[in-house]
């Protein structure tokens, strides 16, 4: 998968990009990343990328042109190559929440750009004409789009095949089926004076595979009811599901 990152912080994007399992992924081949800086394409002499809105308010909104001229630049770049145009996306709390369906869908592209925008906002204009979708990575607001761009890659790059040394990790996510993960342990069996339930122990993989879709259930229960009523709406409970959940009262 090709990611080209618009941002007027590329050492930001780079770095991070760069450390653990996604570094890994860069690193094996699996996908590439390019920052690209609007600030490269401003028309002015000062390198200006931003201006104050018309109407007035406060903060400073990003000029269409450097970010417009900067995209032509990327694109430009995939067109020469013989590649197809890649989707734009652009980082925004008014954005469709992402969630780990569309993380998935975003995983099967070949190419994505990520506009990490910054300031109170970007001219419309340019939304209108260079942004196919735009995406939130939840309800608050950051004073820039880079960590949001790498929330996006992050949780996008884990799901590449041969990015995580284990191929079922992804599958056995939170989420991954609309439920929440139940506790896990490691050694040491005692961690003072708290045993590992003994389940865990015991070596018998059907008990072990019902003990943890019950803890599964259990802690989405308590903590998210909105998604096992989403489950049993998609028919995804059992009835040995619901016959606990109805223990759990
Ligand atoms: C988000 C968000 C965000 C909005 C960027 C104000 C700077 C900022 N981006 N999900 N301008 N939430 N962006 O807060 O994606």
């Not at 998968?1 to 570094?23: C, K, N, Q, S, Y």
């Not at 996908?31 to 201006?51: E, F, I, K, S």
């Not at 015991?202 to 489950?231: F, K, M, Y």
């Amino acid at each position: 998968m090709d990611i080209d990152v618009v941002t007027l912080f590329p050492a930001m994007v780079e770095h991070a990009a760069r450390v653990g399992v996604t570094g890994r992924g860069i690193e094996r081949g699996i996908w590439r990343l390019a920052c690209w800086n609007p600030r490269d394409h401003a028309t002015d002499g000062y390198r200006r990328v931003d201006d104050r809105p018309f109407g007035g308010g406060p903060g400073m909104v990003m000029m269409a042109e450097p970010l417009a001229a900067c995209l032509q630049a990327l694109h430009a770049r995939r067109a020469g190559a013989g590649l197809p145009r890649a989707r734009v996306l652009h980082l925004s709390p008014r954005g469709a929440l992402l969630t780990q369906r569309r993380v998935a869908e975003l995983a099967t592209l070949p190419a994505l750009v990520l506009l990490a925008s910054r300031y109170e906002a970007v001219d419309q204009r340019l939304l209108d004409t260079e942004v196919d979708d735009e995406v939130s990575i939840g309800d608050y607001v950051l004073s820039g789009g880079e960590l949001a761009a790498l929330v996006l890659i992050d949780a996008v790059v884990r799901l590449l095949p041969g990015v995580t040394n284990d191929a079922r990790s992804p599958q056995c996510d939170s989420f991954a089926d609309g439920l929440l993960e139940g506790p896990q342990y490691t050694r040491p069996e005692a961690y003072r004076g708290t045993a590992v339930p003994p389940v865990l122990l015991s070596g018998h993989h059907a008990l072990i595979e019902r003990w943890r879709r019950e803890q599964s259930l259990r802690v989405t229960l308590s903590r998210r009811p909105d998604l096992i009523e989403a489950a049993r709406r998609d028919g995804r409970l059992s009835r040995a599901d619901e016959a606990f959940l109805r223990e759990l009262g």
